[in-house]
């Protein structure tokens, strides 16, 4: 069964930090990724990475901020974010492919978890 869960959202002041994790099961994905979509926005590619060996990509607007990051034993991607702003608040959404995925296209992820609100106030 796949199946992308993902945990630790929820309200913090702008220059706080909050972890993400994404438990996934299922397939052995080569490609896995962290999306955003606020309201009335596109969803966007935030980080992605590879799960082996773990190539990096981030968006423009959060890099030297967030940190994308496995542990393979237990199939679980994080996201590591600091100096969150007020405009990093968002749906966050874990995504995965069986494919290796260059960039932040949505529709190149298969599997998508359930999202995690990040709610970041000035």
């Known amino acids: 069964q796949v199946q992308l869960v993902e945990s630790g959202g929820g309200s913090v002041q702008a220059g706080g930090s909050l972890r993400l994790s994404c438990a996934a099961s299922g397939y052995a994905y080569n490609t896995m990724g962290w999306f955003r979509q606020a309201p009335g926005k596109e969803r966007e590619g935030v980080a992605r990475i590879y799960t082996r060996p773990g190539g990096t990509l981030y968006a423009d607007s959060v890099k030297g901020r967030f940190t994308v990051s496995q542990d393979n034993a237990k199939k679980t991607m994080y996201l590591q974010m600091n100096s969150l702003k007020p405009e990093d608040t968002a749906m966050y959404y874990c995504?995965?492919?069986?494919?290796?995925?260059?960039?932040?296209?949505?529709?190149?992820?298969?599997?998508w978890g359930q999202g995690t609100q990040v709610t970041v106030s000035s």
């Open positions: 995504a995965a492919s069986v494919a290796w995925v260059f960039g932040f296209s949505p529709a190149d992820f298969g599997y």
